[in-house]
């Protein structure tokens, strides 16, 4: 079993900084790439960002020069350092891994997701 558990999500004002984190536990073997994606109301599931297990990043448009993402692989965490917050970011954050398990097989798992409200 894996499990994906995020946390440091809230309320705060436009301008202003948050901090997301999503430690993966379970039987992993290895993880692949780690991401955060993020969910408005009637909008699809979009990429924030993410990162792959040697450091490769990517992010999207909207977010880049405001977001940075992070990883601990000896933790089995990454981070989401969130500034200049914007209405536009609100969301619920999910947190993604592509990883391999203890018996070898590939699978791409998700966190239960963490509400980002940003307010003007």
């Known amino acids: 079993q894996v499990q994906l558990v995020e946390s440091g999500g809230g309320l705060v004002q436009a301008g202003g900084s948050l901090r997301l984190s999503c430690a993966a536990s379970g039987t992993i073997a290895s993880i692949n790439t780690m991401g955060w994606y993020r969910q408005a109301p009637g909008r699809q599931r979009e990429l924030v960002a993410d990162i792959t297990s040697t450091g490769t990043i990517s992010y999207a448009d909207s977010v880049k020069g405001r977001f940075a993402i992070s990883r601990d692989n000896g933790k089995k965490t990454v981070y989401l350092q969130m500034n200049s917050l914007k209405p536009e970011d609100t969301a619920v954050y999910y947190c993604?891994?592509?990883?391999?398990?203890?018996?070898?097989?590939?699978?791409?798992?998700w966190g239960r997701g963490t509400q980002v409200s940003v307010s003007s």
């Open positions: 993604n891994a592509d990883l391999y398990t203890t018996t070898y097989s590939r699978g791409n798992y």
